[in-house]
């Protein structure tokens, strides 16, 4: 997978996508809102059981209480961990549907540098064009054959 300008590369189709608010930047930190420069490689695919079909056979269901800390004193910084957890972190069984299907990247991990940010996932957009706060955004419908064909060989550039 290549970030173009004019969108996200994979399999010969570019589908539309958005980043984080900030652009794309080559020095990431958390809560700075930007897509980290790089070669990503593809760790991870979560889903909602109680939404969707199981996408893949090594993708993982989220359940509740599952969460992702983003708080750079947690010593789990940049991993999912569960409720109750007390650092900062991020719902991902979240009452709208923009986390129904993960693609988690390795940024910053496994060994997360603490404020280098976290949670840099492929998941679906709010609407067209609306920035994430560092994510690649794309449309539910494409986020899903993405998705489909995608393994831990994949890659993906920025």
């Given at each position: 997978?290549v970030?173009?300008p004019?969108?996200?590369?994979?399999h010969?189709v570019t589908?539309?996508?958005?980043v984080?608010?900030?652009?794309?930047?080559g020095r990431?930190r958390?809560?700075?809102g930007?897509?980290?420069r790089g070669?990503h490689?593809?760790v991870g695919?979560?889903?909602r059981?109680?939404r969707?079909?199981?996408?893949?056979?090594?993708?993982l269901?989220?359940?509740?209480?599952d969460l992702?800390?983003?708080?750079?004193?947690d010593p789990?910084y940049?991993t999912?961990?569960?409720a109750p957890?007390g650092?900062?972190?991020?719902?991902?069984?979240?009452?709208?549907?923009?986390?129904?299907?993960?693609?988690?990247?390795?940024w910053?991990?496994?060994?997360?540098?603490?404020?280098?940010?976290?949670?840099?996932?492929l998941?679906?957009?709010?609407?067209r064009?609306?920035p994430?706060e560092?994510?690649?955004?794309m449309?539910?419908?494409?986020l899903?054959?993405?998705?489909?064909k995608?393994?831990?060989?994949t890659r993906?550039?920025?």
């Amino acid at each position: 997978m290549v970030l173009t300008p004019r969108g996200l590369r994979f399999h010969g189709v570019t589908y539309p996508c958005t980043v984080g608010r900030s652009g794309v930047r080559g020095r990431k930190r958390e809560g700075d809102g930007a897509t980290p420069r790089g070669d990503h490689r593809i760790v991870g695919l979560l889903y909602r059981p109680d939404r969707m079909k199981r996408p893949t056979d090594w993708a993982l269901p989220i359940r509740p209480g599952d969460l992702w800390s983003d708080d750079p004193r947690d010593p789990d910084y940049n991993t999912l961990v569960h409720a109750p957890h007390g650092y900062g972190h991020e719902r991902l069984r979240r009452a709208d549907p923009l986390y129904d299907l993960i693609i988690l990247t390795d940024w910053n991990w496994p060994e997360a540098i603490p404020g280098r940010g976290s949670a840099i996932f492929l998941h679906r957009w709010r609407r067209r064009g609306y920035p994430t706060e560092g994510c690649i955004a794309m449309a539910p419908a494409d986020l899903w054959r993405v998705a489909r064909k995608i393994d831990f060989q994949t890659r993906l550039i920025v």
